[in-house]
Structures are given as structure tokens and as C-alpha cells.
């Protein structure tokens, strides 16, 4: 018998998610866990094409035509990746899900956050994460180191009241939801964020007892 677990890291921009998503699947694969990294928007050939549209800055969105695109990339990822590895026993480790769609397109936005909710169940067929780690930073600092990474995507390019709504509105998610989410100061270095992240992963693992181990 195999057990799946569903993992997902959240955060403002240059909170260093892909660091940590990174740094958790290499002690996975060292552990002997099944799993399987991916991303949003992406993780499908049909996702990678939307994530070029959506962060391109050249490209004029509105905010509904921006979550109906995210929500589709998401569709896609769960139907051809996220259900099939978790069928399989895996551990699905994703960097970002639904919940940004509520703090950027929501929050940040301004959509109604009913109608986001109604059109995520859909597009999710329901599938929610167990674990949800959000790397909590402030805006300034996200926005400063993600410009050090190069030019700047649609995203990073809107002004600092937006990003703080987007980090308020994770902030509310954690608070409204805390047996999923663990919120993490992103200040803190980066091996220290990658210790506790696995301290939990590893803990849960050890009550996952029909986990195949490779």
C-alpha cells in the first residue's frame, strides 16, 4: 500500500520558495520518498505556454482575465500531474496552488473572493494540500531581492500596495486555516528554513506509515 502527501509553498515575491521547494525535495529524495516537484502557473507543456503570457510584461491583462488563466494552467496541472502522482503514492510537492489566486487575484486584485473560490473547487476537482508553507517576507525586501534575480516579470513590476495586499491576504489565509498552514519568517537564513521545513515534512512522514520508501 501507498500513501500520498500533498505539499505546497506559498509567499510574496523573492520570498524563496523555489529555494526551499528545492532544498525539501533533495531530502526526499535522500529519505527515499516518492515524489514529485512541480510548479505554478506550469508543470505541463499547456502550463509553461500560459506562465510566459501571465508574466510577460509587455502583456496587458485584466485582473479576471489573469485568474481564468491561472485557473486553467491549474486545471491542467491537476488532471495530467498533481491526481496521477498522488494516485500513486507519491509526494507532490508544488511551488504555489490555489491559495495565490486568492492573494494576488483576490486581495491584490480586488476580486470577489466567493467567485474565486467557486471557480478554484472547479478547476481543482477539490484537491487540496495537507501541508502549506508560507515564506512570509516584507513586500520591500521580496520586491528587492527579485529584482537582483534580472529584469522584472508583469508581477514584480505592480506598485508596493498591491504586494502588500497580496501578503496580507496570505497572512489572512494562515490565519483562517491553521492546521494547514506553517508560517515561516522568510528573513531568517535559508538553511534554517530548510531545517524546519523538513522537521515538520519528516514528522508527518513517520505517521504515513504505508509511504513506500524507493
Not at 528545492?22 to 515524489?35: I, T, Y
Not at 510537492?93 to 494576488?104: E, G, Q
Request: aromatic share 8%; glycine share 10%.
Amino acid at each position: 500500500m501507498s500513501v500520498s502527501l500533498f505539499i505546497t509553498f506559498e509567499g510574496p515575491e523573492g520570498a524563496g520558495k523555489s529555494t526551499q521547494v528545492r532544498r525539501l525535495a533533495a531530502r526526499l529524495e535522500g529519505a527515499g520518498v516518492p515524489h514529485l516537484v512541480t510548479r505554478e502557473p506550469g508543470g505541463t507543456p499547456m502550463g509553461f505556454r500560459v506562465r510566459e503570457l501571465l508574466l510577460d510584461p509587455d502583456v496587458d491583462i485584466s485582473p479576471l482575465s489573469e485568474f481564468l488563466l491561472y485557473s486553467a494552467s491549474r486545471a491542467q496541472l491537476v488532471r495530467e500531474v498533481i491526481e496521477p502522482a498522488l494516485a500513486g503514492g507519491n509526494v507532490v510537492v508544488c511551488d504555489r496552488y490555489a491559495d495565490s489566486s486568492v492573494a494576488y487575484q483576490g486581495f491584490g486584485r480586488g476580486l470577489e473572493r466567493e467567485f474565486l473560490q467557486t471557480v478554484t473547487w472547479e478547476a481543482t476537482r477539490g484537491v487540496t494540500p495537507a501541508i502549506t508553507f508560507l515564506l512570509d517576507l516584507d513586500p520591500e525586501e521580496g520586491l528587492r531581492r527579485a529584482a537582483e534575480r534580472g529584469a522584472k516579470d508583469r508581477l514584480e513590476l505592480a506598485d508596493l500596495g498591491f504586494h502588500r495586499r497580496v501578503r496580507e491576504g496570505f497572512l489572512a489565509l494562515a490565519a483562517s486555516q491553521p492546521e494547514r498552514f506553517v508560517v515561516l519568517d522568510a528573513s531568517r537564513p535559508e538553511e534554517d528554513l530548510a531545517g524546519a521545513v523538513w522537521a515538520l515534512v519528516e514528522r508527518t512522514l513517520a505517521f504515513l506509515p504505508g509511504l513506500r520508501r524507493g
